[in-house]
Structure formats: structure tokens, C-alpha cells
């Protein structure tokens, strides 16, 4: 819904200025265009890359420790309204198959046309929004398509070339890798 995103994007915002080291654009367009992108990432995580994070990574390694779902039940704490452990247990009976994740994959390619699109639309920056210096929007986006990658979907020199040349200009920086990979550690954790 709309109000459980706009807590999100606020929680996120909030981890993003009190935590991590560095220090972005506060200004209300910035900010307009950071929210656009944050919708972005979250109907990618919600729609694509959860799924694929849960199928191929998850539910494999869950179903090597427990044999039935009451198993696994028994050790979350599971509330009805405790979505992500009703999703998770879910997806522990009903595991898909590769193919059954091509779809996913696919939607997620088409996310990546976007953002090359954009890219390509501000060639004359090195941001994704095409200022001059980095905004929320080039965080949130590079952490989903890093996940993209962990998970097999990659970019493609021919395809996507301002993205590769972005993702190497900002990965670049220790102090992004470094907040980057924390990003992605609360994701999979």
C-alpha cells in the first residue's frame, strides 16, 4: 500500500542520514526524484527479486534443514499478521521451479532497460538523476541491481553500458562499497 511504502522510504531515509557515511542532497526536488526511484525499488523488491532471493536462495537452504512446513513453522514466530513469515512458509510449500522464475528474471531485465534508459538520458552526468552529485535515487538503485546481480541477473556491456560505467564510477568509492554492501547484508540477512 501506499502508506506501508512511504514508511519505508521514511525508514530508509532515516537509516541513510543517521548512519551512513555519507552525506547526500536534502533538497525537495532531490528528494521528489528520490521517491520516484524508491517506488522503483520497491516494487522491484517486492515483485522480482524477493521472490528469486526467496526461491533460489532461501527455500533451498531451509528445505535441507527442515522436512515440513510445521517444522520450520515451529521455529518462526508466525502471526497472521506477520507477512514476510506467512510468504516464507508459503513459498516452503509451494517451491518454484527455474522456469517457474524466468518470469521474474525477465521483469527484472526490463528494470534494467529502465534504468539504462535514464542513464543514457543524463550521459553528460555520472549520477542517475543527472546532477551533480549523488542523491538517494543512485543508492537505491545500485543496491537492487547489486542484489540483481547476487542473484544471477547481470548487465550487459552491449545492452547496458551506462549503467556498467555508473555501477563502476560509484562502486569505485570505499566509502559506497562499503554502504552499498551494508544495504545489501540487511536484504539477505
Known sequence: SVSNQSNEY????????NYLPIKLSNSPLDRAIDRRWFGWCHTAWHYQLQPLQYHSIYIPYLKYYYKTV????????????DIESQ????????????EELEPYIYEMKQR????ELELKSHSNS????GGTHMTYAD??????????NQLGIK???????????????LLSDPVIFDSINSMILANVA
Open 155 to 169: 548487465e550487459s556491456l552491449i545492452e547496458h553500458p551506462h549503467i556498467i560505467r555508473w555501477k563502476n564510477n
Open 70 to 81: 510445521n517444522e520450520l513453522s515451529d521455529d518462526l514466530y508466525v502471526s497472521i499478521y
Open 87 to 98: 510468504e516464507l512458509l508459503d513459498y516452503f510449500n509451494n517451491p518454484k521451479t527455474h
Open 139 to 148: 543508492l537505491f538503485v545500485l543496491t537492487s541491481l547489486c542484489l540483481a
Open 112 to 115: 534494467l532497460d529502465t534504468v
Open 10 to 17: 521514511h525508514k530508509y531515509f532515516y537509516i541513510l542520514d
Open 126 to 129: 555520472i549520477y542517475l538523476t
